[in-house]
């Protein structure tokens, strides 16, 4: 996975030392993130659906068993991402499928950027004043690198990029 600037040692160890306070309550914290983002971006909710049934509230979804699955997967693919940051390319073919199965439920590659911010959101409110300029900059790095190769799973996504 090409990261156009990779992560230095510092950087890494910033990710791992932040996520370890955040991963033990993996649905918690999810909860602060997908909240952020349905605050951000509401026109999002309808993107959940489960057995054809449409959420009238992102309350309502926030709290459906099956949506708090989706926040285990998510919350994994994160721990995933940083339990390989010295390769993060043998992850490759998983983001891009990844990526592909977004694109095929109406996922909007714009939306990524917003999901981003709902994840430093959630980390800014998990960590409190251990949420530093440096995690924050790791945090992107790592995330921009992670929808990078999410995105090359997009078919409509031009070779090269």
């Known amino acids: ?22 991963s033990g309550s993996p649905v918690q914290h999810g909860l602060v993130l997908f909240t952020r983002l349905f ?22 979804c926030l709290s459906a068993p099956e949506f ?12 995933a991402a940083v339990s390989h ?20 439920v109406g996922v909007k590659v714009e939306s990524f950027s917003t999901v981003g911010e709902s994840l430093l959101y959630m980390l800014e ?5 251990a949420f530093s300029p440096e995690v924050q900059e790791a945090w992107s790095k790592l995330y921009n690198a992670v929808v990078k190769a999410m995105q090359r799973g997009w078919e409509t996504l031009p070779e090269g990029d």
Do not use: T
């Open 1 to 22: 996975m090409e990261s156009g600037m990779p992560l230095s040692g510092g950087q890494r160890a910033l990710i791992r030392e932040s996520w370890q306070r955040v």
């Open 125 to 129: 409110k998990c960590l409190g004043a």
């Open 68 to 79: 708090l699955d989706h926040i285990r997967k998510v919350m994994m693919v994160i721990d």
């Open 39 to 60: 605050d951000l971006d509401p026109d999002l909710l309808p993107l959940f659906q489960y057995n054809c049934k449409q959420f009238s509230s992102p309350q309502e």
């Open 85 to 104: 940051l010295e390769n993060l390319s043998c992850l490759e073919e998983y983001l891009c499928n990844l990526g592909k199965k977004h694109q095929a």
